[in-house]
């Protein structure tokens, strides 16, 4: 067997086969002979605008709410999430999405001291609300004990679901039902963590709550 | 193209698609029959490997173990969806990737876009976890730029939960065979792996399931070989320890197996067939102490408490059930390139062409930096995730720690010598005159060894010279793999740091060593203990231990993290994880987070990691190797000989879910 | 998602007004109608936002039940001390289901009208005839190893998903609703329908129609009960089998039993074969065993659950084995 089977590198050369072969497989339209560089040459044809089907026109709703201490008045699409909103609007792109669907809790943002996923949650719907997300966390530079012990426990590793998790936490220290491990792990079990940080989170939001 | 998120969904719905259709094939164990032998493995690796004569020695050995293990497809589900974003000006591109290879995605488009390489610019400063799938480029990273071409302004693409499902890699199934034939000592007189994965019909991926069964145990006759099937599928991709993770599945559990019919004990059975050196390559291992591993990981668990005869022990309404396996994967390092600037007002900074996919990429190579600068490490600053730097490696097969480590570090001990070279020759220092050697550098300052008051600060040095900054370029080029490098293009900063690292000693040192003798790898044991609810086919994970030998420990806590994600990620294929296709036309049919199960908090035991801590002094003058993914081996093997051991129930398909454990 | 309106009232007429207009639904945590709509599988043309209608509230009511506001989270009721001490079956389904996150959304009335996660429903790829009536059921030869075995028709065999259902279906709560008529109230067991030949028809609600409250009745008993809910991991999943049990024992015979399964049927599934057996039974082993036959006894299985059949007899066994050692 060859030296190596792990072959790390096969993306670091672009002549490499299988990277590009792998890569052109995932196009629909890849077929055989394929040449590359007309791809870019029909993109860039500019001119001929493609005919839109007939689509109904979004619906504006307005809705004043608190995010992070500072009041806003919005004009949305109705269709809009709180989610969506935070990050595309506001330029908080803290909060994550990583399912949409309320499936992983990389959303969790806190809405009038309660943890809920801003994914399924309508922007609209948020009149009069006050909204907390991880930058509204941290007291100018002093952060929040929760920030403070996930760091201190190494509480992630990408860190894509840390936000989500570190409100998720804030809300389950406030609400009172978590009083052991089995507890916690059961009360933090609406964020996924895929790079698996599970015990050191854990770890940190005993000390939080210990503190 | 869409102003907003909220459009663009809206229309992308309205889209209508026909298609002729044709009849799907779609399983794998339906269409076993059509296995072909592909020609290579990932990176050209060979599909068949043997040594003596394997099935005669299977046939006549005293005691044998024949059976199949199944795994389904898994999909990696990094929590960062994948998402580009590109922008053009005039000729210029600039990419925002979520991806493991900054410098495959440069290379990549450039050739796919018809494009000169200097022309593209990447960026993957924070990525949301990779796990294999990013270190392939699928549509969006090549869409997003044609897009932005052809309306001219910048583009953001980001895949759903649900299109990651369908377009962006997954693990291959697997049906493997494996044969054990040992002597009455239990010492194997030969082993078989065979294995059957699937791939696509558009392209050819195998999953070298056999790969660590080449050299995990010591037999003179071993057979060792993999087919593929094509189905209407995605392409798979590796998914982390690519091979090793579902292979070490199928041989661990054998293992076990095979102690039972021998009435060893499974930990034992390793023992007695310790491979002393690599027998396929004929090798020395660079440095292993699995034997220290097996030791005391059983010590922890409490291995004692284990019964030999299944389904004897209780904890109140509870089986309980210990189990073990091996973990291994091989340590890599590839070329790779680092700059090293020291400015004037005293921090210092490093740019290297890797990226952290949350690995602790930065945080480690801080350490080394730091370490080699002589500098707090507050006072240095790593800078990845861009293609405009030196040529660093890809993030996969656990290589970036070894591979860019050594570059970072020389890199920044030839900046210190430059600047020590400085003081030497200038005559307003107090070390004028003296030689290189007698001089040592330690926070911030150079001093003379045997006169530590004979001292002067970088900054000192750098503003009496007028130097707002001072560079050093290096790159070492030391690979394990077979091929040598491709030589850096003529007058890239890879060639300029080739060149200039001729002069340094770090360099130099790290590639005058000879490793061809060598065979590089890491080892590790998993030790589990499970709860099983017999009435319900309930596992509960007690506890799992893990003492892995991966060479020097460079940071407690991000190894310690990724050898539990690891293990977390083995808790899912184990357990629960798995992709289903539908029957009739092979759509995913599993494609999002509620039904496409991955562990969550409350499914994590308690977890204790341990490290043997030796440095492989072979593998780089650091000593680590890689940690990313041994931790995923054998850890699916070990739960599953727990299960088993707990309720004498063999499920050798995967994942172990209570259906199974009820019938 | 298809553009919509979103129209805020304040009192129930209004929102039985808009209610009435083609193409509108109610909204409450929008935990389920968003995760729909955000997949093209609800296109509402009118979103009615209830939230600040008076239904917030948990009343006890002079026979010793509980009336339950429609619009009363998740979270508030299976935290309710009443709840807890009175009906720990309904507390326990209640916070087996989903995550904190979504409990602090999902509305007792969202509860009870949430639709199948058959993934078939779920992706408008596929024939599904609860989604496009007609169209065929792709989960009759697909996977379906999460489909039910109970009250399944040729045209459908989706399970109901919600566990705080069973629960309340083993409670015999009453749905109270309010429509352009006035109010009237729908027993439980006559809310949910069963798939027959219309898949897509799953309640009795008429067009308009609001759900205002939840009663479950007085019981001496209910501090008896229980809810065990089997899945592949350990949270945040459905259920592959549950069960929702109260026992009236006294003197070590079963005076009455209140049984519902989970997971298994196409709606919240009353095990009025099981209660049967029980009722008058002496509480044992034995004749745990026997309701669970008699529970499943009608149970068809297809391709990929046929182990929802023997999964679901052991968790009603290990269910009334728990729940008779309450004291
Ligand atoms: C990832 C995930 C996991 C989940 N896991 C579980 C689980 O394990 N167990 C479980 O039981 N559930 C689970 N759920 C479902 C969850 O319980 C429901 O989504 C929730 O209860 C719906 O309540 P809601 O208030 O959010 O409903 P909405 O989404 O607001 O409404 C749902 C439907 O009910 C209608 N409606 C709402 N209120 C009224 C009313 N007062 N009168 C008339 N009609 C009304 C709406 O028009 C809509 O059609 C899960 C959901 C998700 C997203
Ligand atoms: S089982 Fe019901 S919901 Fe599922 S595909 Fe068939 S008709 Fe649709
Ligand atoms: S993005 Fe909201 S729960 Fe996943
Ligand atoms: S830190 Fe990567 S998903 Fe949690």
């Known amino acids: 067997m060859a030296d190596n089977p792990n072959h790390p590198e096969e993306n670091d050369e672009p002549k490499a086969g299988t990277t590009r072969r792998g890569f052109l497989s995932q196009l629909t339209f890849a077929g055989a002979g394929l040449t590359l560089a007309p791809l870019l040459g029909a993109a860039s044809t500019k001119g001929s605008e493609p005919v839109l089907a007939a689509a109904a026109a979004a619906e504006i709703t307005t809705v004043s709410l608190t995010i992070n201490g500072k009041k806003h008045l919005l004009s949305l699409d109705s269709r809009m999430t709180l989610l969506d909103v935070l990050r595309e609007k506001l330029s908080l792109p803290g909060t994550k999405k990583g399912c949409d669907h309320g499936q992983c809790g990389a959303c969790t943002v806190l809405v009038d001291g309660r943890r809920i996923n801003s994914c399924l949650m309508l922007a609209g719907m948020c009149a009069g609300l006050e909204v907390t997300s991880i930058e509204g966390l941290a007291n100018r530079d002093q952060l929040h004990p929760m920030q403070h012990a996930f760091l201190k426990h190494d509480g992630f590793q990408c860190g894509y679901c840390t936000p989500g998790q570190i409100c998720s936490a804030i809300g389950l220290v406030k609400e009172g039902h978590a009083h052991t491990d089995a507890e916690i792990k059961e009360l933090m079990s609406g964020n996924i963590c895929r790079c698996g940080a599970y015990q050191n989170i854990v770890a940190a939001i005993k000390e939080v709550q210990n503190a | 193209m869409a102003e907003t998120f909220e459009q663009a969904e809206q229309a992308a719905a309205l889209i209508k698609v026909t298609y002729e259709e044709q009849p799907a094939i779609v399983g794998l164990e339906e269409n076993l029959t059509s296995a072909y032998k592909p020609a290579a493995g990932l990176g050209g690796a060979a599909t068949q490997v043997t040594r003596g004569e394997a099935e005669a020695a299977f046939q006549s050995a005293a005691v044998r173990s024949e059976q199949t293990y199944t795994t389904p497809v898994y999909h990696h589900n990094a929590m960062e969806p994948h998402a580009t974003i590109a922008q053009w000006e005039g000729d210029k591109l600039t990419v925002y990737d979520a991806t493991q290879s900054v410098m495959g995605v440069k290379g990549l488009l450039s050739v796919t876009l018809g494009i000169p390489a200097e022309n593209v610019q990447v960026y993957a400063l924070y990525i949301g976890g990779g796990f294999g799938s990013k270190g392939f480029t699928w549509a969006n990273t090549l869409l997003a730029p044609m897009a932005a071409k052809q309306f001219d302004r910048p583009v953001k693409l980001v895949l759903s939960r649900q299109q990651v499902f369908s377009t962006a890699g997954r693990r291959t199934q697997t049906v493997q065979k494996v044969s054990l034939g040992a002597d009455s000592t239990g010492k194997l007189a030969a082993v078989k792996h065979a294995t059957i994965s699937e791939t696509s019909f558009v392209d050819e991926f195998v999953e070298t399931a056999g790969v660590a069964t080449t050299m995990l145990y010591s037999t003179p006759n071993l057979d060792v070989s993999h087919e593929l099937v094509r189905l209407n599928r995605g392409t798979p991709c590796p998914t982390r320890a690519p091979g090793e993770a579902p292979g070490t599945f199928a041989l661990e559990v054998a293992m076990d197996e095979l102690a039972e019919q021998l009435k060893i004990d499974p930990a034992q059975l390793r023992l007695i067939n310790h491979a002393d050196m690599e027998e396929q390559k004929k090798k020395q291992f660079s440095e292993k102490s699995l034997k220290e591993c097996y030791q005391k990981g059983a010590e922890v668990i409490g291995w004692k408490n284990r019964k030999a005869e299944p389904g004897t022990l209780r904890e109140g309404n509870y089986l309980v059930g210990y189990g073990m396996a091996t973990a291994t994967y091989p340590a890599n390092r590839s070329a790779s390139t680092a700059k090293a600037t020291l400015f004037a007002d005293g921090h210092a900074e490093i740019l290297c062409g890797t990226q952290d996919i949350g690995t602790g990429t930065y945080t480690v190579m801080t350490q080394v930096a730091a370490d080699a600068f002589a500098l707090p490490p507050e006072k240095v600053k790593v800078k990845l995730g861009d293609s405009s730097y030196p040529k660093g490696a890809q993030s996969g097969g656990s290589q970036v720690s070894a591979s860019v480590g050594p570059p970072i570090r020389a890199a920044a001990l030839g900046a210190i010598s430059k600047l020590i070279r400085l003081a030497i020759a200038d005559p307003s220092s107090p070390l004028h005159g003296y030689k290189e050697e007698e001089i040592m550098a330690d926070n911030g300052k150079i001093h003379l060894i045997k006169e530590p008051g004979r001292v002067e600060t970088y900054v000192q040095i750098m503003n009496r010279k007028g130097l707002d900054k001072l560079e050093a370029q290096a790159k070492t080029n030391v690979s394990t793999r077979p091929s040598t490098p491709a030589p850096a293009p003529a007058g890239s900063p890879e060639a300029k740091a080739e060149e200039e690292s001729k002069a340094n000693k770090a360099v130099q040192e790290d590639e005058k060593m000879d490793r061809k003798d060598y065979a590089f790898h890491s080892f590790g044991a998993h030790f589990v203990k499970v709860l099983v609810d017999p009435d319900l086919g309930m596992i509960k994970i007690d506890r799992i231990v893990g003492v892995m030998d991966i060479g020097t420990v460079m940071n407690l806590k991000t190894a310690t993290n990724q050898i539990m994600g690891g293990m977390i990620f083995g808790i899912g294929m184990a357990l629960m994880e798995n992709t289903q296709y539908d029957p009739n036309n092979g759509r995913v049919v599993t494609r999002d987070l509620a039904q496409y199960l991955v562990p969550v908090h409350a499914d994590i035991p308690e977890i204790e990691v341990h490290f043997i801590n030796k440095p492989d002094t072979f593998i780089s003058p650091i000593g680590a190797r890689g940690i990313g993914e041994i931790g995923i081996t054998g850890i699916t093997a070990a739960i599953a000989n727990a299960v088993y051991n707990a309720t004498g129930k063999r499920v050798r398909d995967l994942p172990i879910t209570p259906d199974k454990l009820i019938s | ?327």
């Open chain 3, 1 to 327: 998602m298809e553009p919509f309106k979103l129209i805020r009232v304040h009192d129930n007429q209004a929102a039985i007004r808009t209610a009435l207009m083609a193409g509108s639904r109610f909204i409450a945590g929008g935990t389920n109608l968003i995760d729909l709509m955000k997949l093209h599988i609800e296109t509402p043309k009118q979103v009615v936002d209830i939230n600040k209608l008076p239904f917030s509230g948990i009343e006890e009511l002079p026979d010793g039940g509980l009336r339950i506001g429609a619009l009363v989270k998740n979270s508030d009721l299976a935290y309710h001390p009443v709840v807890i001490k009175k009906y720990p079956v309904l507390s326990e389904a209640l916070l087996s289901g989903a995550s904190p996150q979504l409990r602090n959304m999902a509305s007792v009335g969202g509860n009870l009208m949430q639709r199948t996660r058959c993934p078939y429903f779920y992706n408008t790829d596929f024939a599904c005839n609860k989604r496009n009536p007609g169209s065929g059921c792709a989960a009759l030869t697909g996977y379906n190893r999460m489909n039910a075995v109970l009250g399944t028709s040729d045209h459908c065999i989706a399970t109901h998903p919600s566990d705080m259902c069973v629960a309340l279906a083993a409670l015999d709560a009453t749905i109270h609703v309010q429509g352009t008529k006035g109010s009237r109230l729908i027993p439980f067991g006559e809310f949910h329908r069963l798939p027959g030949q219309t898949p897509h028809v799953e309640h009795s609600l008429l067009p308009g129609e609001l759900i205002t409250h939840v009663d479950i009745p007085g019981m001496s008993y209910s501090y008896r009960s229980h809810y065990l809910k089997v899945r592949d991991r350990a949270s945040y999943e459905f259920a592959l089998t549950s069960a929702a049990v109260l026992l009236d024992i006294r003197g070590g015979r079963i005076q009455k039993a209140d049984i519902a399964l989970g997971g298994v049927g196409t709606k919240p599934w009353r095990a009025v074969p099981a209660e049967k057996v029980l009722n008058g039974a002496s509480a044992d082993l034995q004749t745990y065993r026997a309701a669970a036959e008699a529970a499943l006894s009608q149970a068809k299985s297809y391709k990929d659950n046929a182990y929802k059949i023997e999964l679901a007899k052991r968790t009603l066994v290990r269910a009334l084995t728990t729940a008779a050692a309450i004291s």
